[in-house]
Structure formats: structure tokens, C-alpha cells
């Protein structure tokens, strides 16, 4: 069986008494310890030095994954917004049909007045019975 090569190594004191402590924690040698760690660096594991690294290519790797969801809620908001303006206008519309001309309020008015009144109600917390407010 071949030697292993060995390497003489001169840590900073703080340094050394990290890896002491860490390689006493795990029950191993310093030496196992450092081989552990020179293997992980030279594989190029994460480290500090490449972290921004890492972290650009997880963003880019989310926002792939996260973008068509967001695309689809942007789709689907847009539709809510047109099918509610659809029914605003055909509400104002059937309403007035059964209106005297003379009682009739202007649609501009009655559309601020009605929406001032449903941002009261989203006002009102979740817990309370709005039912007995409106």
C-alpha cells in the first residue's frame, strides 16, 4: 500500500485552536479534520470566497422556476380586473333599466360612493361578523 504524502502546516494560533476544538467535537484527529477540509477546497465547495457565486446562480435558478407562476397570477389578476369592470358596467346598465330616468344617480357617483363603502368593509378585521355592518 502506497504512503500517504504528508505536509507540514502552520496555522494562525486562533485557527489552530478551531480546528482542535472541532476535530476533539467530532472524536477525530486534526489531521483528518484538515485533510477533510483541503479536499472540500480543492473540490471547490462552498466557501466564502465563491458564495457570491453561489448565490447568483441559486437567484437565477429560483427565478426561473418562480417566473411563469408569476406571469400566470399577473394573467389571472388582469382577468379579474376585466370580468369585475365587465359586471360594475353591466350592473350599472340593468339597474337603470329599472329606474326611473328621474331617480337615477349618476354612475360616477354611485360607483365612488359604492367603492367607498367596500374599502370600509375590507377595513373591517377578519374576526368580526362584517354581515352586521353592511
Do not use: C
Not at 388582469?78 to 358596467?89: F, H, V
Amino acid at each position: 500500500m502506497a504512503r500517504t504524502p504528508r505536509i507540514p502546516v502552520a496555522l494562525k494560533p486562533e485557527s489552530y485552536e478551531k480546528l482542535k476544538l472541532y476535530a476533539h467535537k467530532e472524536g477525530r484527529s486534526m489531521s483528518e479534520v484538515a485533510a477533510e477540509y483541503i479536499e472540500a477546497g480543492l473540490k471547490g465547495e462552498v466557501g466564502l470566497d465563491n458564495i457570491d457565486l453561489i448565490t447568483k446562480i441559486i437567484r437565477e435558478q429560483l427565478n426561473n422556476v418562480i417566473e411563469p407562476y408569476i406571469d400566470r397570477l399577473a394573467a389571472l389578476s388582469a382577468k379579474g380586473a376585466l370580468y369585475g369592470a365587465t359586471s360594475m358596467l353591466l350592473n350599472a346598465e340593468t339597474i337603470s333599466r329599472f329606474v326611473d330616468v328621474d331617480q337615477q344617480m349618476d354612475i360616477q357617483e354611485a360607483y365612488n360612493k359604492a367603492k367607498a363603502r367596500a374599502v370600509e368593509i375590507t377595513k373591517i378585521k377578519i374576526e368580526k361578523d362584517w354581515t352586521e355592518d353592511v
